[in-house]
Every structure is written in structure tokens, then in C-alpha cells.
């Protein structure tokens, strides 16, 4: 399979402006959960996250899960529901669960937690999409051919 986030990613990448989530490490899976905090760089408000990063965080999550639940996913909808400020430095759990499957759409809801607390919540659905999808891009094709020649090796 070929890799399924570019290494830059924010959400899942090596970003050194990222938020680094884990990828799930079994395709089909219906539950995704991960640890991490947000870092300084990432607030909006003296110690608070950015609400955008907060939606982005719950975005991967559950686009993680959708991509290793059905290969390759992209989001098609997503309703962000902001329940208490959320602080930088201080570790959190994010995850996401399959509510539905439809067919090429599935529906996904995530939330952020701190212990017990639920900080965010996010609904959405995402759409299984063709591999070609990723491939309009210079860096789409570019990450194509390099996957294809590290299996020649």
C-alpha cells in the first residue's frame, strides 16, 4: 500500500510544526485513539489552542481512522462542536470511532478529552476516493514514483 499521508503532514506527520498523531497500525480499523499535546506555537489565546487547530487535530484523527478503515479517504464533511477551552502544554486523548458505513461515505465522530472532560467534539463524513485523486499534484506524483521505485528495491 502506498503511503497514505505525505511526510510533511501536519496532523500525522514529521512537521515540526505538528501535532505528530500515530497511525493506526491495522487496516480496517473502526476505533483510532492517541495521546499528544498541543505545543506554544499552537495557541490562539494566552494558553488556549487556535479553535482552527483544535478542528484540524479531530480532522486527522478521524481521517486516520477513515484512511486505514477504507483506502484512501478524504473528508467531505465536518461539524466541529467546541465545549471548553482547550490548553497548550498539557496532554490530551483525541479519538475517533466509525458510526456508519455507506458505502463510498462513511461516517466518522471524533472528540478531544481531557481525562474525563470532553473539550471537542467533531461529526463528519469522509469519502473513499479514487488513488488517482493524489495524483493532480507535482507532489502527488512525485511521492507515487518514489513509493514505486522503494518497491523495486
Not at 505538528?18 to 506554544?40: C, N, Q, S
Not at 478529552?113 to 471537542?120: K, P, T
Request: proline residues 8%; hydrophobic residues 35%.
Amino acid at each position: 500500500m502506498p503511503p497514505q499521508h505525505d511526510p510533511a503532514c501536519w496532523g500525522c506527520g514529521d512537521n515540526p510544526n505538528g501535532i505528530r498523531l500515530p497511525h493506526p497500525t491495522d487496516e480496517g480499523v473502526v476505533r483510532y485513539e492517541a495521546r499528544f499535546a498541543f505545543a506554544p506555537h499552537h495557541q490562539g489565546g494566552p494558553g488556549l489552542v487556535h479553535g482552527g487547530l483544535v478542528g484540524a487535530a479531530l480532522d486527522e484523527a478521524c481521517g486516520l481512522l477513515a484512511t486505514w478503515y477504507r483506502f484512501p479517504s478524504v473528508t467531505a464533511k465536518l461539524a466541529v462542536h467546541f465545549r471548553r477551552p482547550v490548553p497548550i502544554n498539557h496532554e490530551l486523548t483525541i479519538h475517533a470511532e466509525l458510526v456508519e458505513d455507506r458505502g463510498r461515505q462513511i461516517a466518522i465522530r471524533g472528540e478531544l478529552l481531557d481525562g474525563d472532560e470532553l473539550l471537542a467534539a467533531a461529526d463528519g463524513s469522509w469519502t473513499h476516493v479514487p488513488l488517482e485523486h493524489f495524483l493532480q499534484t507535482p507532489e502527488g506524483r512525485a511521492t507515487r514514483d518514489a513509493w514505486q521505485e522503494s518497491l523495486r528495491d
